[in-house]
Structure formats: C-alpha cells, structure tokens
C-alpha cells in the first residue's frame, strides 16, 4: 500500500503560480513513477504530468507544457508540481497518482494509488 496526501492548493489570480506537493508514505517511494491529473466537476479525470522512477523523464500534457513542471526528492518521498502563467482553465481538482509500472504513462487505468486531491481555483 502506497498512502498519498497532496497539498498547495488554493485560489491564485490568472498569471498566478503555485507548487502542489503530494508526499509519499508506506511501500518505496522510488519503486513508483509518479502523476498528476486533474479534474472539474462533470468531466473526466485528465492527465497533467508524470515523472519516471528516477527522475530522469517527465512526461506533460499538451495544454500545460512550458508551464508546468513535475519533479520528486526520493528521499523526500515527495512529488511536486509547479505550476506557473497559470489560467483559468487550470481550476480543477489535482491528484497525485502511483504507478507501479516500469515507464511513467498518461494513462489512468496505469496507476494504482491516488491521493485526496487539493483544489486549485485560478481568477480570471
């Protein structure tokens, strides 16, 4: 069992940044690739970003690259994403994921863990 608790949310005006942390306790830490996603009441929870087990490959959505960036400490146990000219169509509810999978993917289904969630709300 993986156990994921996010934080870092909160309510940032348009052009805005925040860094989300979501921390890691129970089985490896560094045995996991690592996701964001995100979802708005009513529609389906969508990929963000991911990050290999290492590190050393990151992975994004189309409609935040160059804006936001995933990263890990694995002695931290903790992933991070940093969100920055962020928009209004970035409110959502963020989650963290674990993936016990070799590659970080943006799949969903890939991910065995996942986190409460913590609401970020940009202001136009």
């Known amino acids: 069992q993986v156990h994921l608790v996010e934080s870092g949310g909160g309510l940032v005006q348009a052009g805005g940044s925040l860094r989300l942390s979501c921390v890691a306790s129970?089985?490896?830490?560094?045995?996991?690739?690592m996701g964001w996603f995100r979802q708005v009441p009513g529609k389906e929870r969508e990929f963000v970003a991911a990050?290999?087990?290492?590190?050393?490959?990151?992975y994004y959505a189309d409609s935040v690259k160059g804006r936001f960036t995933i990263s890990r400490d694995n002695v931290k146990n903790t992933v991070y994403l940093q969100m920055n000219s962020l928009k209004f169509e970035d409110t959502a509810i963020y989650y963290c994921?674990?993936?016990?999978?070799?590659?970080?993917?943006?799949?969903?289904?890939?991910?065995?863990?996942w986190g409460q969630g913590t609401q970020v709300t940009v202001s136009s």
């Open positions: 990050i290999s087990r290492s590190g050393g490959t990151t």
């Open positions: 129970g089985r490896t830490f560094s045995s996991y690739c």
């Open positions: 994921a674990a993936s016990g999978l070799i590659v970080a993917t943006a799949s969903k289904e890939a991910y065995d863990y």
